[in-house]
């Protein structure tokens, strides 16, 4: 390529892709959260059963205040690979929860949970929920930690498929937690709103949640808004994906016999092929599998359009 | 009449065990699958992207099997989709998988589908005797296109939403007769709980109708016989193999490594093809901030954004799918393999580039600079088809072709084979 193309080259590169790069520079204003090395990640993440108790506690001590979790089971919390809890802590857990029921005769009831019932939630509609929130239903938590994330640009997304990084959504919603903060001078905080600088748009209708030292844990954990956020987002997690830990042992023992199981077949592959690829002519040079009959003759005198020969 | 098939048919069928032999007397179905897949002459230089004929196959048993399964526990109601599948994803005895393999395999299934049409593109399979082939094809992967936006809607979270409001508004760029179109294809004034259970019934009825049009392409193909790297027909017996045990091996080699791919996405990186806004509950009131298609519609979708005008943009849309039919009468070269045209196999690899730019370009907000962009390529796939294959096949010097394709195979290292 002659110089003087190089060089139009070059500038009509940097003409096209210049402004795409600013474009992308404004979209990182908004940085991007840090990624914890959460023990769910990777091919052999499991969910840490102290985090997990831990997240529930913040959950259901602050976050269920405003926030529902109806599509989960109170049972739910005892099955393998999540929080842990034993069935007779789930069923005290459950007794202590208020569910509203209808009796023998109809009439609307209150009566203590059992855990086979779902979470209930803290209003009894949304827009009851949003009115008692200042006009912003808080969502449902059932989903959330896969319902949120932030943009893994180009070339991070390809990356990220090999590195199996799947932790946006737990990211995110750790980082969200510690991300309140002071405006910066001339940015507007409409009144009843919060600024936090991981939201897109950074104006949040929730309150600050979390404080230090506002829920008591039971083992040696640090009590800080940086541990509480990510103990519930770990329980968030596994609220969205309830059967990760399962899903990854599993996919670990399928990846293993796929594996083996394609290497024999490539070698079954080749053997029966030997024949065919003796450079010399069409025998084998093995005599084995039924790679080393003679190859039948092309059976159309066509050469394009093959009879179809099967008449007796 | 029934005595005859005791004697072996011509490419040597004859059933030995007395079952087998019942059968043949009243249904010759061991003299098809005999002639078909056992005998069944293949070009003997066939490489790995020929393998995905099997994939496909195994793909569409797979959609079918665990969407039958799916379809046990899903409710095709407004109120209930989200939390059936919830249900299922929570629930269900190993819902979660049989789900993941659904949602995954449909992404698996597109990939598939892409390299078995780029790989048509590349050796010139489309062309004389294989422009049927090639046409049915194109109508199973226009199914697959449908299919494939009618199920991601069933699972009625906003994207689902939102992509149907989208996807069904496009009929009404249709002059005067295009909103009631529109309101006949929703059953209704908005998106709403009679267009979903019609998703969910033709969800359930074309992939049926996928595998119809599949056998005819498989038949066509079994007519004519399939192409080839060299891309020139068969002449002498020793170009071919057996399909038993020569293809079949090597297809079920090629799927098992395609099913690494698959149950790696399953497995590890379920939610990595999938929005984040997908697992939000569907709410009409609610916009996303960005309406965005699955992966394998995004070059579509920036064709669609990159033209001003809504009619002329869904006519480019419909038009890019639409012109892939002509495809056997809009390339003029006589010969088939871009092994054999050099010039050919640059535009190829830049086509397949602006393929792969136009989806990227789709992920992108339609202005600035990915506009711009987006019109380039979006000219670009078109100029390819309507103006590069015409004009090329007339001017382009090609490659002197081998007599046979005994001849290069036998010549060169046989490790590709």
Redesign the interface.
Known sequence: MSRARTVALAALTVT??G??AA?LADEREAPSPPQVPWSFSG?FGKYDRGELQRGFKIYKEVCANCHSLE???IR?LAEPGGPGFSMAQVTALASEYRIKDVNDTGEPIERAGRPADHFPSPFPNEPAARAANGGVAP??M???A????YSRD?PWFVF??FT?Y?E??PDYIAALLTGYADAPKGFNVPAGRYYNAYL?GRVIAMAPPLHAGQIIYDDDAPQTVGQYSKDVAAFLMWA?E??LV???R???Q??TF??V??GL??L??RR??SA??D?RG?KSSRGV???DRP?????SSS????S????? | MLQTVTKPTADGYQPRHPALRWLEKRLPIGRFIHAEFVVYPTPRNLNYWWTFGAILSLMLGIQIVTGIILAMHYTPHTDLAFKSIEGIMRDVNYGWLLRYLHSNGASMFFIAVYVHMFRSLYYGSYKEPRELVWILGVIVYLLMVVTGFLGYVLVWGQMSFWAATVITNLFSAIPIVGDAIVTWLWGGYAVGNPTLNRFFSLHYLLPFMIVGVSVLHVWALHVVGQNNPAGIELQEGKDTVPFTPYATLKDIFGTACFLILYAWFVFYIPNYLGHPDNYIPANPSVTPAEIVPEWYYLPFYAILRSIPNKLLGVIALFGSIAVLAFLPWLDTSRVKSARYRPLFAKFFWLFVVACIGLGWLGTKPPDGIYLIWSRVLTFYYLAFFLLVLPVLGLFETTRPLPKSISEPVLASDPKWL
């Open positions: 096209l892709i402004p795409a474009v091919p599509l989960l089971a739910t969502p449902d059932s989903t959330l896969k319902a949120r994330g180009f990220d498929m199996q799947q946006q959504g897109p969205a309830p059967h399962a899903r990854k599993i996919g670990f399928v990846m796929l594996i199981f394609t077949l490539y079954t592959k029966a092929w065919v690829l450079p069409l599998l039924r790679g190859i039948p003759r092309y059976r050469p394009s359009i093959r179809t020969a099967n008449t007796p």
